[in-house]
């Protein structure tokens, strides 16, 4: 009887199952019998001749192949939008790609950026529906979020009513177009199966003529505004959510948490202990009358005994306790607090051994979670202090302000040119390498005085978007972008998004302003030539390898004592001029500042004298006499083109010449090759390698040998100090010439 039943109930379930399907099936069988017929008028006016007709108004257009170009210039488009930004895509998932396309329209509509998002009523039932990323973006005030033709199962003859519609439009003025929607499939360069598509990026100067943006601005609205096109979420109140606000939070927020993360995966190695730490503590609060009490309080004394070793272990610099430091260090001891009290409330004194175990062992994690916890006071904090110092730029009067950026050389050609530029001018420089949004504003809020004509901010970056963090504050009146290189691959990926950031300086600069650019550097010359940039106001270039239509360094001599070369002026106008610094690749720099000054209205003559008084930047290419020994200094630098440049400036003196390095870090998935071939370069112009760090410098012994290197003068020490002194002891005869290359930080 009960078989009979249960078999009833299962033909009963299947009987509407199969009713279900074929209402389904034959609602949307329906559909494409209804079809309806494409009118005379429509055929007539699709066949008319004014799709191909010329346009008075001139668009650029440039074509998006790669996936990672797709993702950073959707990006681009979005950072850089002052008014609005429309969004139309036919799925939209939050994965990785997806959370960066998130976080830059959230952004954008904290800046008062006004937000219109078109989705597919299909796909955003599977990926935004519940998603509480999509819940945070649409109740933003600044947002709206419409889906076409919602799915609707009692409606299935409406099912098959797609939109297939990709492209991203900005401020009515730029947009991309094609066949890639917003997700990792399509966007980025993310682990997994790739699609290979194309998108178009036009550039319209004169959107108030007809023109192709309009063009597509009339067929959005169309699109809007039908009545199959409904709002995804009305309701502001989602943002009072709780996974809402930490979705949110997360797009604000997670890269540096995802850098700390990556840190401690990469030196699992050196944290074994405090893992095990972590396990046998969760082991013990689950079992607290296990008898482990002694084993447990030896344990956790050697965690702190190690831990406390390698807290100190290669630290240059101790820890300044900021006033934003000591706020998380109290978020941290308030954490721990709590979760001490939780476990002790349940589970009483026995627990009290394994609790301390775990709180030790997740002491590397805590700050994660800290961050996320002050990120809102944090942001208030800090916008606080940017509201300050924008008052304060704008409260003087008259003033320039000189951006400098690059992958390196931006720190040196800043004080190049405050040496010269106070010849004539009151200038305020940022101080060090106060490169950052935060270092800007104390830079400005400390030394920006009503007198000061010309402020020259330095801007560094480590991910997309940074510079334009700081143009946004700043306004930069004129650019200088020293170089693109590899450097901080392991945030920017690849060098496109390095090229695409630096140019940012570019895209910030108002009209009539000057953008200068290194002529000798191939990443520089591709990215100005691109079409996206034609806007520039106006490129100056400076050379001192090659010439071009620019400022160009000639007659180049390069001695012990110092460099002396001719500049030569875009309108032919010459004049000769000598430094203290040495190398070659320091002429580049020197050459840019003199353009910068030149047009700012100081004569070559009247640089002369500064570019004389021009001192070494420390730790770049920095001499110390000591004695039988000099000391050449440029610890600092960190990328591939000035390792080379460094080695082959030791290379031209004559005695006995000692390379000191540690390696260069922060270069990706090139790490290593980048080593290896810094080892072929030193190879043929150093007399003596000795490498810091046995791990870490194996690619570049490896690269030193191969070039027939003697193994006996390439040696290996654990610590800075072993190698200089070893470098002093080493005999012979003839002046030593040490060159310090390359600077570890403090968590490698």
Known sequence: MKKYKICKILLVIL???????????????????????????????????????????????????????????????????KKEIILSTFAFQSDESGKLILGALHDAADRGVHIRLLVDGMESWIDMEGNPYFYGLSSHENVEIKLYNKANPLKPWKMMGRMHDKYLIADGKRYILGGRNTYNYFLGDFPGHKNYDRDVLVVCDEPE???????????????????????????????????????????????????????????????????????????????????????????????????????????????????????????????????????????????????????????????IVANVINHPMEAGINQHYINDAVRKLKSVPGLTVIG????????????????LLQEKYNVLVTPESFNTPMGVVRTIRGSLKPTTEIFVCEMGARHVGDIKEICDMVHPDHGVITSIGP??????FNMENIQKTKFELADALPEGGMLFLNGDNDYIQQQAASPAYDQTPEKIFYYSETEGTGYCAKDVKVSQLGTEFTVVTPDGESERFQMRLIGAHNVINVVGAIAVAHRMGMTLQELRIPVRRIEPVPHRMQMREHGLVTIIDDAYNSNPVGSRAAVETLAMFDG??????????????????????????????????LLVGRRHTEPIREGVLEKGFPEEKCLVFDKLEEAVSYAYAIKGQGHKYILLENDLTDNY
């Open 15 to 81: 009987a509407i199952f199969l009713c279900v399907a074929f209402y389904e099936l034959l609602g949307i069988c329906v559909a494409y019998k209804k079809q309806p017929e494409v009118s005379n008028t429509t055929k007539k006016e699709t066949k008319n001749g004014s799709w191909n007709e010329c346009s008075e108004n001139t668009e650029r257009a440039v074509i998006i192949e790669k996936n990672p170009e797709a993702l950073l210039q959707r990006v681009r488009l979005i950072k850089n939008a």
């Open 209 to 367: 003529k007809e023109n192709s943006v309009n063009q597509l601005l009339e067929y959005f609205e169309t699109i809007w505004e039908q009545e199959d096109s409904g709002y995804f979420h009305d309701n502001k109140k989602l943002a009072n959510r709780k996974s809402v606000k930490n979705a949110v939070l997360e797009l604000q927020n997670g890269y540096k948490n995802k850098e700390h993360l990556h840190w401690l995966k990469k030196k699992f190695r050196l944290q074994w202990i405090l893992y095990f730490g972590l396990a046998l503590g969760i082991v013990t609060c689950v079992f607290p009358y296990l008898a482990l009490e002694i084993f447990e309080y030896l344990v956790l004394f050697v965690i702190i005994v190690v831990y406390r070793a390698m807290k100190r272990m290669n630290t240059k610099k101790k820890l300044v306790y900021t006033a934003r430091v000591k706020r998380l260090l109290a978020t941290e001891l308030i954490l721990t607090a709590a979760v001490f009290a939780l476990v002790c409330g349940f589970g009483g004194m026995k627990r009290i051994p394994g609790l301390c175990l775990i709180l030790v062992s997740v002491n590397l994690f805590l700050d």
């Open 404 to 419: 400098v950026t690059g992958s390196y050389g931006k720190t040196s050609v800043k004080f190049y040119l405050q040496t």
């Open 487 to 492: 450097q901080h691959l392991e945030t920017f």
């Open 656 to 689: 006995i010449r000692i390379l000191i390095t540690p390696g260069m870090v922060e270069l990706g998935d090139k790490e290593v090759e980048y080593n290896h071939k810094f080892g072929n370069y030193a190879a043929d112009c150093c007399d003596y390698i």
